[in-house]
């Protein structure tokens, strides 16, 4: 019976004094770590943020070098294509010059052979 007894006062006791105890101290950490969470979600969300600023300028910056190394190539391009054709036309000049001194020595022996 005093067994009895002494677990009702344990349960009493936990009852009326420690479990609103336990209670308001859950609360208030519950708060807490709910006021944490909120905040950190709030900071999380400024530096996802900020990261997409971040990647959206180096893509523009990106795009934009890719653009001006793409003029500065084709105009490479075309100064060398330029370069070659006159490369080409010196050449042609070069061989028209020398087949026509060729052609010109060729006679000058046909005259030498025939004196």
């Known amino acids: 019976m005093r067994v009895l007894n002494n677990l009702q006062n344990m349960t ?9 105890k336990c209670l ?7 708060y807490e770590a709910w006021t944490t969470l ?5 900071m999380i969300q400024r530096i996802h943020q900020r990261g997409q600023k971040t990647q959206q300028l180096q893509n523009e910056r990106l ?4 653009e001006t190394y793409k003029a500065e190539w084709d105009a490479f391009m075309k100064e060398q294509s330029l ?3 006159a490369i080409d036309e010196e050449h042609n000049k070069a061989v028209q010059k020398l087949k026509e001194q060729y052609a010109e020595m060729e006679r000058d022996l046909a005259k030498n052979a025939f004196l």
């Open 24 to 30: 308001k101290i859950m609360q208030e950490n519950l």
């Open 38 to 42: 909120v905040a950190t979600n709030h």
């Open 83 to 85: 370069k070659q054709a």
């Open 63 to 66: 795009e934009t070098s890719h």
């Open 12 to 20: 009493v006791e936990t009852n009326e004094l420690i479990l609103p």
